[in-house]
């Protein structure tokens, strides 16, 4: 194993690798596997690790935070959903409720449209 030093030609950064020799046995050779570590500080020559990149160990704290906001999040976007959903049924009912005044109303009309017409 080894740290491989990459340099960025158009920004200037680099980056930090941790190398490990694999063999290959349908090539018969050996092949290099690299693990991304971070950035490296242009000042001090410390790793700099960035999160949410491979590589990287997770933070046991920070991971038990991410996944309550996650289920917080779910839980809240549940509640809306249901929310919207009897939102939806309500006006259906109401949709209903309106057609059939409407039917209501039509049949009404029509019948005094005959009376006024068998009177001429």
Do not use: C, S
């Given at each position: 194993?080894?740290?491989?030093?990459?340099?960025?030609?158009?920004?200037?950064?680099?980056y930090a690798y941790e190398s490990v020799s694999?063999?290959?046995?349908?090539?018969?050779?050996?092949?290099?596997?690299?693990?991304?570590?971070?950035?490296?500080?242009?000042?001090?020559?410390?790793i700099i690790p960035s999160s949410k990149k491979r590589g990287r160990k997770?933070?046991?704290d920070k991971n038990t935070a991410e996944n309550e906001e996650k289920a917080s999040g779910r839980r809240t976007y549940k509640k809306m959903v249901e929310d919207m959903q009897k939102i939806i049924a309500s006006r259906d009912d109401e949709i209903k409720q309106l057609k059939a005044a409407n039917r209501k109303l039509t049949s009404?009309?029509?019948?005094i449209e005959s009376i006024l017409n068998d009177d001429d």
């Open positions: 194993m080894a740290i491989v030093y990459v340099t960025n030609k158009k920004t200037g950064k680099k694999v063999w290959n046995p349908e090539l018969k050779q050996p092949r290099a596997k690299r693990k991304y570590l971070g950035v490296v500080d242009e000042e001090t020559g410390e997770p933070n046991p009404k009309i029509n019948r």
